[in-house]
């Protein structure tokens, strides 16, 4: 069934199509399904998450697998037709806005994702043990970075394997200094979310270089093919430095790779 509607003078198409549902009871606010929607359908408002537009939505559900609390779903009902000449317009909008040091559009930030830039300590005195943080931001987990963050846009990326900084005693000093930086487990996490989520860093932030750590167990690896499918998917011709941690906390190998 298709009908017409007239909302403040404008003609909207309606139609019985698939559509995103939010339980708002169920939802977090942690704002996962907002960088998961290529369309920017939903946003954080008062906590919750909301779909800002229905034309916005193509009923695909791409973000159902990153909610967390499954709060969301999908449901048959009649809403305004998906309209990706608007979607596209809209994403021009968002791109031109200053970017936020948050998920965009939230009125809600659970504490341990509202991202911070951070100032490092300017001691530089290696022979006294310098031992000072030299990290710039939070959160430092990809999984809750946002794309928008300022700190990321045209960055030099660190995609660190999350063992690296316990057996690197120099990490701070030797490759984060002045870097924004991304922590994971190619082994134990989702490394298909991974993938999407460093593509839509790459997309939207365009670090100006990226760099991979890995120890040298061969499951760590897997944090270079992570980066390199975030490439491809993002259809960037952006290369990265592959570093290789040793057991003992040295640079075992370093390696430039095109994708």
Known sequence: MVRLAFPCGRKTIMALRNIVKID???CNGCGQCVTACAEGAIQIINGKARL???TYCDG????LGHCPQDAITIEQREAAEFDEKAVKQYLQQQKEKP???SIPAAGFVC???KARSLTPSTNDDSQAGDVSSQLRQWPVQLHLLSPMASYLKNADLLLVADCVPFAMGD???RLLKDKAIAIGCPKLDDREYYVQKLADILKIAQPASLTVVHMEVPCCSGLVW???N???AAQSNLSFEDITISLDGQIKQSQTVCV
């Open 24 to 26: 708002e009871d169920k």
């Open 52 to 54: 800002v537009s229905e």
């Open 60 to 63: 695909l559900g791409a973000c």
């Open 99 to 101: 970017l936020s040091d």
């Open 111 to 113: 504490p341990g994702m």
């Open 171 to 173: 990490f701070h000093q």
């Open 226 to 228: 992570i980066a390199q």
């Open 230 to 232: 975030a490439i491809r």
